[in-house]
């Protein structure tokens, strides 16, 4: 899954992937494959792209914020099939 908002905020600050790696003291192949969801990134790499993009990281990467297995996601589930 391509985390368009990623993307699309590298591309408002005109920067390359390895303009993003370089700042950010990280590999170009690892900016790519966060970009394109093939890695998920550790606790001080979402605050670091958080602080560069002046974006949230929920927004940035949502699919690893969903719900889905969080516990009140399956309380919530286990509620409905009472």
Do not use: H, W
């Amino acid at each position: 899954m391509q985390r368009k908002r990623i993307i699309s905020e590298r591309n408002k600050l005109n920067r390359t992937r390895k303009d993003v790696a370089k700042d950010l003291n990280i590999s170009e192949v690892y900016v790519r494959k966060l970009e394109t969801g093939a890695s998920n990134p550790g606790r001080k790499t979402l605050i670091a792209f958080e602080r560069y993009y002046g974006v949230s990281m929920k927004e940035l990467f949502p699919d690893i914020f969903l719900p889905n297995s969080d516990t009140e996601c399956i309380r919530a589930i286990n509620n409905n099939n009472k």
